[in-house]
């Protein structure tokens, strides 16, 4: 049974692994409940629930587990709006596409509020089922129109920690305090074209407008994932935008990656070059007095053992848990990748192109997946998520939304974006979606390829894998042993 949102008795010690938030819904609610109920941090990705729900209800819901967790959504009839909206009893037909989910803007409509306040709910609610484990959920602040209802669709289920990276979430302790006692937010988004720090554009929820009104709900713990000392400090000094904690995440880590300070320097082969200017003065962030956990290859028992020593809570994981038995990487991209693996064959490059929010992205080789150049060439370029769009002010001062991975007509000449931006970028929308088993269907039978990321450092994985006769993905369990081999173990 979960306990209840507002519940909380004893306050626990701070966890010592997290596993990281992976997106597209590679972390997703059975991983991460995985995790939690071995009394560690297990987080669920928050980006794009939207789709990965819509997209679970029109392949029938396997297992019911979506129409379970939407049973206890606390306002039925909202819940019953997107059964009704997305779910098909018998699943789609082979080859039929998946119907599209409304894209966000400013001002998102109200059935894609719904959706991903429900979304949200119901990954959270799943996560945390049948244990008394604490459950976060991951946000990319770059990703910023759906974080207001998200958060809250999260709360709804009693989140217990919201971890937010790529970008400043200042903006955060304070639209978490609110939407706890159930108030109306407003998170900036930065527009293209505009300075930001007018103010004018903000993305807006109200709580009292999506459910009426209600008992208030938990306010989770925030932890900010930071690549500089700067961010760290500057988040701490005042009292208005100091998180609870900071995850320390250096560019070694799997997904996105914050770019190198200074000028931008390139390796011959397009990688991004960081040196001591991007390393976390951990003295100075230990003096910032809130718990820090470190991230980016800390995947080891000498990884945890150090960080512990350095004065860190713990460490984030995120690369070894990706290719676990309970993680939603398609079953098939996971083993394949430990098969190649166990004969050696696996390699890791931190790509500045690939990704359309234009910072490094780290991108595993792997065969029929977007790490191939002639894979990625045969893809005609579609944008019909659009969940890396960016605001932009038009010619005629309204506000429009672009993608530098969308088809170049539309980009350069209807939306006028920079022809230095396309070189290189892939959908990683739709490809995220296919690394976990949710590919688009396109006109005569063609399959949107999918795109793996990992962090640099496949140790554990290689370790993992061949401690197992069959080269098979392992569970996350095997993963929190090896992390932590004297861990106690909980009910
Ligand atoms: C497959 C994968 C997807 C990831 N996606 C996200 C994400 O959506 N948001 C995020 O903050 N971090 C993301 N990360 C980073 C992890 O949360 C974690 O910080 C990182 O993996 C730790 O370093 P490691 O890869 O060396 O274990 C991702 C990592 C991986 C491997």
Known sequence: MMTSPTARSVSRPPPKIIQGGMGVAVSGWRLARAVSAAGHLGVVSGTALDVVCARRL???????????????????????????????????????????VPMYTLQPPAVLQELTMVANFCEVYLAKEGHGGVVGINYLRKIGLPIPVACFGAMLAGVDYVLVGAGSPAELPELLGRLARRDGVALSVRTQGTTSADGTFAVRCSPRALLGAGPPLHRPQLLAIVASTDLAAGLAADP????????????????????????????????????????VDLDAIRALGLPFWLAGSQGSPEGLRSALAAGAAGIQ???AFAFSTESGLADRLKRQVLQDLATGDVSVRTDWRVSPTGFPFKVLSATGTLSDPQVAAERSPVCDIGALRSPFRQADGTIGYRCPAEPRRMYLERKGGRAANIEGRRCLCNALLAAVDLPQQRPHGYEEPAIVTAGDDLSAVTALVRSRADAAPYPASAVIDHLDPAREHRA
């Open 317 to 319: 994981v995120g690369t």
């Open 240 to 279: 208005a935008t100091r998180p609870d904690g900071f995850v320390v995440e250096g560019p070694t880590a799997g997904g996105h990656n914050a770019p190198p300070r200074g000028p931008r320097r390139v390796t011959p082969e397009g990688e991004p070059v960081y040196d001591d200017r991007d390393t």
């Open 58 to 100: 029109q392949d029938g819901d396997p297992g019911g587990h979506v129409r379970r967790a939407l049973a206890a959504f606390p306002v039925p009839a909202v819940a019953q709006r997107v059964l009704d909206t997305y779910f098909l009893p018998a699943g789609r037909p082979t080859g039929r596409p998946y119907r599209t």
